[in-house]
């Protein structure tokens, strides 16, 4: 990852087939990311309902940018949005 590429965070759960997807997508990218699972940290789901006023998983974020969920990340990246998002 270059200084400019900001750092990617899941929050997610182990049988999320949206967040396996988010995933995907980014490897596909390359790009790297972190993963937060809040289904065995209960402390670190608040604190995802907290930060992004949701309940579901994924949550994803790129730099101190919410993207929101999966559908949201795959549509940045149909308009080609996602790139610039990722300071590429």
């Known amino acids: 990852m270059s200084d400019a590429e900001k750092k990617v965070l899941i929050y997610e759960t182990?049988?999320?087939g949206?967040?396996?997807a988010a995933k995907r997508l980014l490897d596909?990218?390359?790009v790297e990311y972190?993963?937060?699972r809040v289904d065995v940290d209960t402390e670190q789901k608040q604190i995802m309902m907290e930060r992004s006023g949701r309940r579901t998983v994924p949550q994803i974020y790129i730099g101190d940018h919410h993207v929101g969920g999966f559908d949201d990340l795959s549509e940045l990246h149909s308009k080609g949005e996602l790139d610039t998002l990722l300071g590429r």
């Open 18 to 20: 949206f967040c396996k």
């Open 28 to 30: 596909s990218k390359g």
């Open 34 to 36: 972190e993963t937060i």
């Open 14 to 16: 182990g049988l999320c």
